[in-house]
């Protein structure tokens, strides 16, 4: 499965931008996607998640209310909405897939993701 995040970019705070990610190969092995984030002089940290089956998301408290995580199964696509953004959302975005379904709990687990795409960067700022 190869992964390509794109979307990023310059935004002014109260903006919104959408991801996506278009899977590649075999994309039926992919259960569950996510974003994850990495800010300058951070550790890489968990946004967002769906599972491929049934459609259960979970969602970072930084984040909730003002992102959503969406896929559309007959592209191979997953998509990240973000509303509202705050300088503190900038960071390098990754999409992130699981060959296996993952439990709920284990969503925001960075080790429960099997391939990573390049990411792609957001930028809020005025």
């Known amino acids: 499965v190869q992964l390509q995040a794109s979307g990023g970019g310059l935004v002014q705070p109260g903006g919104s931008l959408r991801l996506s990610c278009p899977a590649s190969?075999?994309?039926?092995?992919?259960?569950?996607t996510a974003w994850f984030r990495q800010a300058p002089g951070k550790e890489r940290e968990f946004v967002a998640a769906?599972?491929?089956?049934?459609?259960?998301?979970d969602y970072a408290d930084s984040v909730k209310g003002r992102f959503t995580i969406s896929r559309d199964n007959a592209k191979n696509m997953v998509y990240l909405q973000m509303n509202s953004l705050k300088p503190e959302d900038t960071a390098v975005y990754y999409c992130?897939?699981?060959?296996?379904?993952?439990?709920?709990?284990?969503?925001?687990?960075?080790?429960?993701?099997?391939?990573w795409g390049q990411g792609t960067l957001v930028t809020v700022s005025s």
């Open positions: 992130a897939a699981a060959k296996k379904q993952v439990i709920l709990s284990a969503l925001r687990l960075q080790r429960m993701y099997d391939y």
């Open positions: 190969g075999r994309t039926s092995s992919a259960y569950t």
């Open positions: 769906i599972r491929w089956s049934g459609g259960a998301t």
